[in-house]
């Protein structure tokens, strides 16, 4: 059971009834968001006015969509969130195979020198950031200029931090039966 109130969907304000009625069935978590967030609109949209045109490289964003599709989708699976996991927010770049087994083995030959040196700097940032040192940083710098690498530290971070959010108000575990 969700730790917030999930309101009525036919009692969102029009930016939460819009998000949740234009969610696929299957992208429940989408639903039960739009319905948590009922509350405070508000922060949910300013939240996703910096997060959509980051992730989606929309006049902001730098670092490939793909690289950042690979790593949110990494973070997804280390946060045991389904919900996330199971959403494509660019199936243009990342195939549905490799977003369905890919991202659970970083290290695969397939991913590029650049993708995997970003899922393994996630993975850390996401499982232990205490253990991230100057050699790790240096890697990460090997491949990445300095705006790439701040943005793809903003953007794990919200990734991690997002998912996490949804865990503890159980947002995911909730059924979305409307």
């Excluded at 990494?74 to 991202?103: F, K, Q, W």
């Excluded at 950031?129 to 710098?141: G, K, Q, T």
Aim: proline share 6%; with cysteine; aromatic share 6%.
């Amino acid at each position: 059971m969700s730790r917030v109130t999930l309101a009525d969907p036919q009692t969102l304000p029009p930016f939460l009834k819009a998000m949740h009625d234009n969610s696929k069935p299957e992208e429940w978590g989408a639903k039960n968001t739009a319905r948590a967030f009922a509350t405070h609109p508000d922060l949910l949209q300013s939240y996703l006015g910096f997060y959509i045109p980051m992730q989606k490289n929309d006049g902001i964003g730098i670092v490939e969509q793909r690289l950042k599709e690979l790593v949110r989708l990494r973070i997804a699976t280390l946060n045991g969130c389904a919900a996330c996991r199971s959403a494509r927010l660019d199936p243009e770049h990342v195939s549905e195979r490799e977003a369905a087994i890919g991202v659970d083995a970083p290290e695969r030959e397939a991913f590029s020198p650049r993708e995997r040196a970003a899922l393994r700097f996630a993975e850390r940032m996401a499982l232990d950031h205490h253990s991230i040192d100057d050699d790790a940083v240096r890697e990460m710098r090997a491949h990445f200029t300095e705006p790439e690498f701040l943005e793809l530290l903003m953007m794990t971070g919200q990734y991690i931090g997002f998912g996490r959010m949804a865990a503890i108000l159980r947002l995911e575990e909730t059924v979305c039966p409307i």
